[in-house]
């Protein structure tokens, strides 16, 4: 079993400041790392994918992978209330799995 | 529009009943999956294709079946459901044959079996 890791919150931040969710896992081989936000009652949908160590930026989000400590994480600056929702982690295995975390609630305070 | 769509998108039954639900893409999909999610469990792979006629199981697959003869289509089969597969059941797809690209999911189908 391929292990994906993540705090399952609630985190809670005001508006406006910077929002770090993070998420390890246990498969060494895996190549690639996806971070899904799902809104309650909605499916997941994408917001970063990642697949090289270091970080990657999409206007406020920015994705980080580290394969050596076999951790990714994900940063939302400029929080705003309509980012309330869980985020996903999820990472490939052998090419064809893909396995997710638990998710992380996250709560964006007016 | 590009999407997935699943039917029945809610769906209650009972015990022993054969079902199945569908799932369709109009994107050209090579790849496509089903999860389950439960609160507490999270999202958990049942059966994934990596193109017609090719399978694999995921990490959940007791009491499923899956088949692709078309690439478009991808039904999850439940030939006897029980209580516990009572959940909310999402379709996804992508791209390439692997699961390294971006998934796309349908809008989910929630299944109480009693």
């Known amino acids: 079993q391929k292990e994906v890791e993540q705090n399952s919150g609630p985190l809670s931040v005001p508006e406006g400041a910077i929002a770090s969710l993070n998420c390890t896992y246990s498969d060494r081989g895996s190549q690639s790392f996806f971070w899904y936000r799902q809104y309650s009652g909605k499916s997941p949908e994408l917001i970063m994918s990642i697949y090289s160590n270091g970080d990657k930026e999409d206007g406020r989000f920015t994705a980080q992978l580290n394969k050596a400590s076999q951790y990714v994480s994900l940063l939302i600056r400029d929080s705003q209330p309509s980012d309330s929702a869980t985020y996903l982690c999820?990472?490939?295995?052998?090419?064809?799995?893909?396995?997710f975390g638990k998710g992380t609630s996250l709560l964006v305070t007016p | 529009e590009a999407q997935v769509t699943q039917n029945p998108r809610y769906l209650i039954t009972v015990t022993g009943k054969k079902l199945t639900v569908t799932c369709s893409q109009n994107?050209?999909?090579?790849?496509m999956s089903w999860y389950r999610q439960d609160p507490g469990l999270g999202l958990r792979q049942i059966y994934y294709s990596m193109n017609v006629e090719v399978t694999d199981k995921g990490d959940v697959p007791e009491g499923y079946k899956v088949s692709r003869k078309e690439k478009r289509n991808f039904p999850l089969i439940l030939e006897s459901p029980s209580p516990n597969q009572t959940s909310l059941y999402f379709c996804?797809?992508?791209?390439?044959?692997?699961?390294?690209?971006?998934?796309?999911f349908g809008p989910g189908t929630r299944l109480t079996v009693l």
């Open positions: 999820a990472v490939n295995s052998n090419g064809y799995a893909l396995n």
């Open positions: 996804a797809s992508s791209p390439g044959q692997t699961s390294t690209d971006t998934q796309y």
């Open positions: 994107m050209n999909h090579e790849y």
